[in-house]
């Protein structure tokens, strides 16, 4: 009997801790955070404007550089998007307890992510109102898509990874959406609680079918993790551009952007657990257990560089070996040596328990982590196209404003609505981690 009401009442205060920021009043920081957002938010709506209406001559492009920031964001954010998935997929398939702490946290950044990184292809269309003759369907005019198109290929990769992304990510909140209908809420949120929880009433039936269609979704999301950013990357690979055209592309990208994920669900959870007080739940070891599949994904990634930088000399292929010289010694080269830095040095310290579970190291290393993996893109896609195989072509490519404040406005739109969703949800799965408990305790 006194076993019974010790569980109940730590289930409850877990509750109470998890919920606190959904009932108490608006911190400082929340709007601090949430000014920040939306300054970058009307950066970026400068830059749609710009983009729209005087077209995408205000970008830095020319008629050798096509692709510029845009496609280096694009592909930044699809990585940074790849680690949710993983994080709630497969360790939820390999019986990882310690993701409850931060599942929630990295399917929501999954979900913003796309959302952002979506941005750039519709504007990069120009004329936003036609992006439907992206979708194969039977229509009047028998127009239909070019289906040996890598373009295309994203289109129908990333938009199933957000479909079933987000029905994963729904679907794991119903239990927490029931709990908060019962709530300290205002009435009015209770009643969207209480719609969204679709009549969950926490039986042993309910559990159960809950965790059958996790673990059929985690079944159908894991192979994604592995075929979208495989998809992003045959943009390049199946190329003829030197530093492109590569079979190692699609692994590379894969171990990349779970790389660059990882690092950023470090940065969310390390600001979430100080600013709502949440070290109880999302502890040391936690970012220990992060930081150790961050180490094993930068090791690929560095193993990869070296790979392709071997295979282009070994091939004799005199444009491969000119590009790999030119992106160490030629007008970007500083950025291609800050990008070895963050990429294969700063991992490599993560070998040492006293950094790994060093929450203020741990931090700057996820920032520079995720600056380094922007500059990998960039490196790739610029480096690659400034000097192609006639020198009457070449050109240095300098973003502008324009391009500069459509990141700006990602970014903005990323914070905002991450910092909506921590005041109308939830940010830790607390339902299964007291089901965890109660397992636990039997």
Same mark, same amino acid.
């Given at each position: 009997?006194?076993?019974?009401?010790?569980?109940?009442?730590?289930?409850?205060?877990?509750?109470?801790?998890?919920?606190?920021?959904?009932?108490?009043?608006?911190?400082?920081?929340?709007?601090?955070?949430?000014?920040?957002?939306?300054?970058?938010?009307?950066?970026?709506?400068?830059?749609?404007?710009?983009?729209?209406?005087?077209?995408?001559?205000?970008?830095?492009?020319?008629?050798?550089?096509?692709?510029?920031?845009?496609?280096?964001?694009?592909?930044?954010?699809?990585?940074?998007?790849?680690?949710?998935?993983?994080?709630?997929?497969?360790?939820?398939?390999?019986?990882?307890?310690?993701?409850?702490?931060?599942?929630?946290?990295?399917?929501?950044?999954?979900?913003?992510?796309?959302?952002?990184?979506?941005?750039?292809?519709?504007?990069?269309?120009?004329?936003?109102?036609?992006?439907?003759?992206?979708?194969?369907?039977?229509?009047?005019?028998?127009?239909?898509?070019?289906?040996?198109?890598?373009?295309?290929?994203?289109?129908?990769?990333?938009?199933?990874?957000?479909?079933?992304?987000?029905?994963?990510?729904?679907?794991?909140?119903?239990?927490?959406?029931?709990?908060?209908?019962?709530?300290?809420?205002?009435?009015?949120?209770?009643?969207?609680?209480?719609?969204?929880?679709?009549?969950?009433?926490?039986?042993?039936?309910?559990?159960?079918?809950?965790?059958?269609?996790?673990?059929?979704?985690?079944?159908?999301?894991?192979?994604?993790?592995?075929?979208?950013?495989?998809?992003?990357?045959?943009?390049?690979?199946?190329?003829?551009?030197?530093?492109?055209?590569?079979?190692?592309?699609?692994?590379?990208?894969?171990?990349?952007?779970?790389?660059?994920?990882?690092?950023?669900?470090?940065?969310?959870?390390?600001?979430?657990?100080?600013?709502?007080?949440?070290?109880?739940?999302?502890?040391?070891?936690?970012?220990?257990?992060?930081?150790?599949?961050?180490?094993?994904?930068?090791?690929?990634?560095?193993?990869?560089?070296?790979?392709?930088?071997?295979?282009?000399?070994?091939?004799?292929?005199?444009?491969?070996?000119? +590009?790999? =010289?030119? /992106?160490? #010694?030629?007008?970007?080269?500083?950025?291609?040596?800050?990008? $070895?830095?963050? *990429?294969?040095? &700063?991992?490599?310290?993560?070998?040492?328990?006293?950094?790994?579970?060093?929450?203020?190291?741990?931090?700057?290393?996820?920032?520079?982590?995720?600056?380094? +993996?922007? =500059?990998? /893109?960039? #490196?790739?896609?610029?480096?690659?196209?400034?000097?192609?195989? $006639?020198?009457? *072509?070449?050109? &240095?490519?300098?973003?502008?404003?324009?391009?500069?404040?459509?990141?700006?406005?990602?970014?903005?739109?990323?914070?905002?609505?991450?910092?909506?969703?921590?005041?109308?949800?939830?940010?830790?799965?607390?339902?299964?981690?007291?089901?965890?408990?109660?397992?636990?305790?039997?």
């Amino acid at each position: 009997m006194a076993k019974g009401k010790n569980i109940e009442s730590r289930n409850v205060q877990i509750t109470d801790e998890v919920c606190r920021p959904l009932y108490g009043r608006t911190s400082k920081s929340w709007f601090l955070g949430f000014s920040f957002g939306i300054v970058g938010i009307l950066f970026g709506v400068y830059g749609i404007y710009c983009t729209l209406f005087k077209g995408i001559g205000t970008w830095g492009l020319d008629r050798t550089i096509g692709w510029g920031w845009a496609i280096t964001n694009f592909v930044w954010w699809i990585g940074i998007g790849h680690a949710g998935t993983f994080i709630s997929a497969i360790l939820l398939l390999f019986r990882q307890k310690w993701r409850t702490g931060i599942n929630r946290a990295a399917e929501t950044m999954t979900i913003f992510a796309i959302i952002c990184a979506s941005i750039f292809p519709i504007i990069h269309m120009g004329r936003i109102a036609f992006a439907f003759y992206t979708i194969p369907y039977p229509n009047t005019r028998n127009l239909w898509v070019n289906f040996n198109s890598p373009l295309l290929w994203d289109v129908f990769a990333i938009l199933t990874y957000f479909i079933v992304s987000l029905i994963f990510w729904y679907i794991g909140m119903i239990p927490d959406l029931a709990v908060l209908r019962e709530g300290k809420a205002r009435k009015f949120k209770r009643k969207i609680y209480s719609l969204l929880s679709l009549g969950w009433q926490g039986t042993i039936f309910d559990w159960k079918r809950y965790d059958k269609i996790m673990i059929l979704l985690a079944s159908i999301a894991t192979p994604l993790v592995i075929s979208v950013h495989s998809i992003v990357s045959m943009d390049f690979a199946t190329s003829i551009i030197p530093g492109w055209h590569s079979t190692i592309f699609p692994p590379y990208f894969v171990a990349g952007a779970i790389f660059s994920g990882f690092a950023m669900v470090q940065t969310l959870m390390i600001i979430t657990r100080k600013v709502l007080n949440l070290e109880r739940h999302i502890t040391v070891k936690h970012i220990n257990s992060m930081n150790k599949i961050i180490l094993l994904m930068g090791s690929i990634v560095a193993f990869a560089y070296f790979i392709e930088i071997f295979f282009a000399f070994f091939s004799g292929n005199e444009f491969e070996e000119f +590009m790999f =010289l030119n /992106r160490a #010694t030629g007008p970007y080269a500083i950025w291609f040596w800050i990008m $070895m830095f963050c *990429n294969i040095i &700063i991992p490599q310290f993560l070998w040492f328990k006293k950094i790994r579970t060093n929450i203020a190291v741990t931090f700057v290393f996820s920032i520079l982590i995720n600056f380094g +993996m922007w =500059l990998e /893109r960039f #490196t790739i896609v610029t480096t690659s196209l400034h000097r192609d195989f $006639m020198p009457s *072509n070449w050109t &240095i490519y300098k973003p502008t404003f324009v391009e500069v404040s459509l990141f700006i406005g990602s970014i903005g739109l990323f914070i905002t609505l991450y910092l909506v969703f921590l005041r109308l949800f939830p940010i830790i799965s607390f339902s299964e981690i007291k089901h965890q408990n109660l397992e636990n305790e039997e």
